[in-house]
């Protein structure tokens, strides 16, 4: 699922006697190494492949863009750097959030094994941080419950999920709660958001993807964000889709 040929260098460094040399060679090396893999997965395209390698690092601000040309409702977003106008944005909506411009983050030691959530902005000290790196900020949604919905070739499996009646998981659905799980169960989606969804996909040219959908309180659908290598093992098994057997009937298939 994020799987990649990598390449291992085997230069012999007593046959080059020369560091800034080797670098150099490295370098041609990967590079010659990446255009084989580069073949590799354009060639494992022209059968059924499962996601689209050259896409798997898609990028969400692109991807919010794209969800509201096809008519999709999106989350009012903006990158910050700057503590005045995170206020200004707070005063606005009331209620913010904050998360990663792109995929979640997680940093390993020896010590710490660290993960970075999406958070609720409440107080902060405007002494304290005036600019910092630019940072993703979106209004908080007063959701209803959450939507997983996986694609694949053009059909949605879909599971709600009601993360906002525990506190440890309303923000984040990823803090999970194993003593007492979120209530999961299988969903149907209106015939309109299913079209939207399906000419957002088939616009950033994907065959699946796991989808993130928020429902409002208003019964607003609110799209958040698409993985092209997410998971759909924790859709697949509460809503008994089977689709473990799905995708390998349709790879399987000529």
């Known amino acids: 699922r994020r799987g990649n040929l990598n390449y291992v260098s085997e230069i012999d460094l007593e046959i080059i006697n020369d560091k800034e040399l080797v670098q150099e060679v490295e370098k041609h090396l990967i590079d010659e190494w990446k255009n084989l893999i580069d073949f590799f997965h354009y060639f494992t395209k ?8 050259f896409n798997s690092n898609i990028n969400k601000l692109i991807c919010l863009d794209i969800a509201k040309e096809c008519g999709l409702e999106t989350p009012d977003t903006l990158i910050i750097s700057d503590i005045q106008k995170v206020q200004k944005f707070k005063d ?25 959530y999406t958070e609720e902005i409440f107080e902060y000290e405007s002494s304290k941080f005036v600019e910092f790196f630019p940072t993703l900020f979106q209004q ?16 949605f499996y879909s599971m709600a999920i009601f993360s906002q009646l525990d506190t ?17 169960v299988p969903y149907t989606l209106p015939i309109n958001i299913a079209n939207n969804l ?18 409002t309180k208003g019964k607003r659908y609110v799209f958040l964000e698409v993985n092209p290598v997410g998971q759909f093992g924790m859709v697949s098994n509460p809503c008994n ?14």
């Open 241 to 254: 889709y089977y689709l473990e057997k799905k995708i390998t009937e349709c790879l399987s298939s000529k």
């Open 198 to 215: 399906r000419q957002f996909m088939n616009k950033i040219d994907l065959n699946t993807g796991s989808i993130d959908m928020v429902v």
């Open 168 to 184: 440890q998981t309303q923000i984040d659905f990823r803090k999970y709660n194993d003593i007492k799980p979120n209530r999961t």
């Open 92 to 116: 606005t909506h009331n209620q913010i959030i904050t998360k990663g411009i792109q995929e979640s983050a997680s940093f390993t030691t020896k010590l710490y094994y660290l993960q970075n």
């Open 46 to 53: 022209k059968n059924k492949c499962l996601g689209n390698f």
């Open 140 to 155: 908080k949604l007063e959701k209803d419950y959450e939507l997983r919905i996986f694609y694949f070739y053009g059909e």
